[in-house]
């Protein structure tokens, strides 16, 4: 019943709504070209359904699809998170929550793959961004709301989910992916390790910002700063981003002054300065991006870019630079995109019509590095590996793997050691 209605609601979104605080008759065509003209149209839509339709409504899931529509219409991040899914959603942010492990946004054919996170069952499926993922155990999710395909996603632990995936990157036809749903755990530093001791270059990757990302980011660079290394690579490649402020603050450990990040929107402007007083500023850095490198990741490059702190190495990111607030809304809460994020030095981060066109979106790195479909996959399943063997390794108090050298990263070792050298007395 929900699927039928959605696929109803959009055009009549706005007059659902209305209805409850106007509580109109039907309306006359008098002013049919008046100001007022969506509201009666509406109202009478919304009574129309309820009294002709050929089956009897619940008018909660009539409202439920009426705000869903609204914001539907405006981009993929604004929505409004139900009641029953308001729990999933503050853990997301906390530190852990059930699923397959993948960033979603909707898309004409279902589902586009901003970013599979960092060992979850899709990472580990070789589940990649860009991927299509059209149907969920044979329910085609085209016309689905982005809440509705999320319900089908996830589910009890332990138990499994087929998605239908479209890689359309490489123009293969779509296949059939088994996942095992599972706690997915949100470690977002991993793979601290000092990875070339000759040279003094230690690596870190952080899978996604939380709001204990600082805290992590700390914890793991402090024995490579003991260990003294002179240069540091930071992996924010499929990293989804997540918290403005944990973001901000990651980029602030580097940057003494001047500004990180800037919103702009309808209504209010901000700035988000540099605050440390204890900024690293003589540690030369990499960061590693590509297409999975989204929102709050772009921050911290865009940031570091900018100020020249640190190069960039591989692909465009993803661009997605919009800024969402939730407020409680009735039983649940209202998510709705309201600014731009924008570079120190005012770049807009956001992929739009006009961004898109001019291949302006995202950060563009200082050293492009690109990987095929082949090393790509080889890359995933690279970390995937080492993850497991870290976590059997902090078991037995072993030295952890190094990481996996794929081109990208050795262009960035190469950089850095060069760098270094020339810096050399």
């Given at each position: 019943?929900?699927?039928?209605?959605?696929?109803?609601?959009?055009?009549?979104?706005?007059g659902a709504?209305?209805?409850?605080?106007?509580?109109?008759?039907?309306?006359?065509?008098?002013d049919?070209?008046?100001?007022?003209?969506?509201?009666?149209?509406?109202?009478?839509?919304?009574?129309?359904?309820?009294?002709?339709?050929?089956?009897?409504?619940?008018?909660?899931?009539?409202?439920q699809?009426a705000?869903?529509?609204?914001?539907?219409?405006l981009?993929?991040?604004?929505?409004?998170?139900?009641q029953?899914d308001?729990?999933?959603?503050?853990?997301?942010?906390?530190?852990?929550?059930?699923?397959?492990?993948?960033?979603?946004e909707?898309?004409s054919?279902?589902?586009?793959?901003?970013?599979p996170?960092?060992?979850?069952?899709?990472?580990?499926?070789?589940?990649?961004p860009?991927?299509?993922?059209v149907?969920?155990?044979?329910f085609?999710?085209?016309?689905?709301?982005?809440?509705?395909?999320?319900h089908?996603?996830?589910?009890?632990?332990?138990?499994?989910?087929?998605l239908t995936?479209?890689p359309?990157?490489?123009?293969?036809?779509?296949?059939?992916?088994?996942?095992?749903?599972?706690e997915i755990?949100?470690?977002?530093?991993?793979?601290?390790?000092?990875?070339?001791?000759?040279?003094?270059?230690?690596?870190?990757?952080?899978?996604?910002f939380?709001?204990?990302?600082?805290?992590?980011?700390?914890?793991?660079?402090?024995?490579?700063?003991?260990?003294?290394?002179?240069?540091?690579?930071?992996?924010?490649?499929?990293?989804p981003?997540?918290?403005?402020?944990?973001?901000?603050?990651i980029?602030?450990?580097?940057?003494?002054?001047?500004?990180l990040?800037?919103?702009?929107?309808?209504?209010?402007?901000?700035?988000?300065?540099?605050r440390?007083?204890?900024?690293?500023?003589d540690?030369?850095?990499?960061?590693?991006?590509n297409?999975?490198s989204?929102?709050?990741?772009?921050?911290v490059?865009?940031?570091?870019?900018?100020?020249r702190?640190?190069?960039?190495?591989?692909?465009?990111?993803?661009?997605?630079?919009?800024?969402?607030?939730?407020?409680?809304?009735g039983?649940?809460?209202?998510?709705?995109?309201?600014?731009?994020?924008?570079?120190?030095?005012?770049?807009?981060?956001?992929?739009?019509?006009?961004a898109?066109?001019?291949?302006?979106?995202?950060?563009?790195p200082?050293?492009?590095?690109e990987?095929?479909?082949?090393?790509?996959?080889?890359r995933?399943?690279a970390?995937?590996?080492?993850?497991?063997?870290?976590?059997?390794a902090?078991?037995t108090?072993?030295?952890?793997?190094?990481?996996?050298?794929?081109?990208?990263?050795?262009?960035?070792?190469d950089?850095?050691r060069?760098?270094?050298a020339?810096?050399?007395?």
């Amino acid at each position: 019943m929900r699927k039928q209605l959605t696929a109803i609601i959009p055009a009549l979104a706005l007059g659902a709504l209305l209805s409850l605080v106007l509580h109109r008759g039907p309306p006359d065509d008098s002013d049919a070209r008046g100001p007022d003209r969506w509201d009666k149209l509406l109202v009478e839509g919304r009574r129309r359904i309820l009294n002709e339709y050929v089956e009897d409504i619940d008018e909660e899931v009539l409202y439920q699809g009426a705000i869903d529509g609204m914001l539907e219409a405006l981009d993929p991040y604004s929505q409004y998170i139900h009641q029953e899914d308001v729990l999933a959603f503050d853990q997301s942010f906390d530190g852990k929550y059930g699923g397959v492990g993948i960033i979603i946004e909707k898309s004409s054919q279902g589902l586009e793959v901003v970013s599979p996170m960092v060992d979850t069952p899709a990472f580990r499926a070789g589940i990649m961004p860009g991927d299509q993922v059209v149907a969920v155990d044979g329910f085609p999710l085209a016309e689905a709301s982005i809440n509705e395909a999320i319900h089908r996603i996830k589910g009890p632990m332990g138990t499994s989910v087929q998605l239908t995936v479209l890689p359309i990157r490489s123009g293969e036809s779509t296949r059939i992916v088994t996942l095992e749903r599972a706690e997915i755990p949100l470690q977002s530093v991993r793979g601290s390790t000092v990875i070339d001791s000759q040279a003094g270059i230690g690596f870190l990757r952080i899978t996604a910002f939380q709001r204990n990302t600082p805290e992590e980011f700390d914890a793991a660079l402090q024995p490579l700063l003991e260990a003294g290394i002179r240069g540091l690579i930071i992996d924010l490649r499929n990293n989804p981003g997540g918290s403005l402020r944990a973001s901000a603050e990651i980029a602030d450990r580097f940057v003494s002054s001047g500004v990180l990040v800037s919103t702009r929107g309808r209504n209010e402007a901000e700035e988000w300065p540099a605050r440390s007083q204890n900024a690293i500023e003589d540690l030369p850095l990499m960061v590693l991006i590509n297409a999975g490198s989204a929102s709050a990741s772009e921050i911290v490059g865009g940031a570091l870019q900018d100020h020249r702190v640190a190069q960039l190495v591989g692909t465009r990111s993803y661009g997605k630079g919009s800024v969402q607030r939730t407020w409680d809304l009735g039983d649940g809460k209202l998510k709705l995109t309201v600014a731009h994020y924008f570079t120190p030095n005012g770049r807009l981060l956001h992929k739009t019509e006009a961004a898109a066109e001019a291949g302006t979106w995202g950060l563009e790195p200082d050293i492009v590095v690109e990987l095929s479909e082949e090393e790509e996959r080889a890359r995933i399943e690279a970390v995937s590996r080492e993850e497991l063997e870290r976590t059997k390794a902090a078991a037995t108090g072993d030295p952890g793997p190094e990481p996996f050298l794929d081109r990208q990263l050795q262009a960035a070792l190469d950089a850095l050691r060069a760098r270094l050298a020339a810096e050399t007395p």
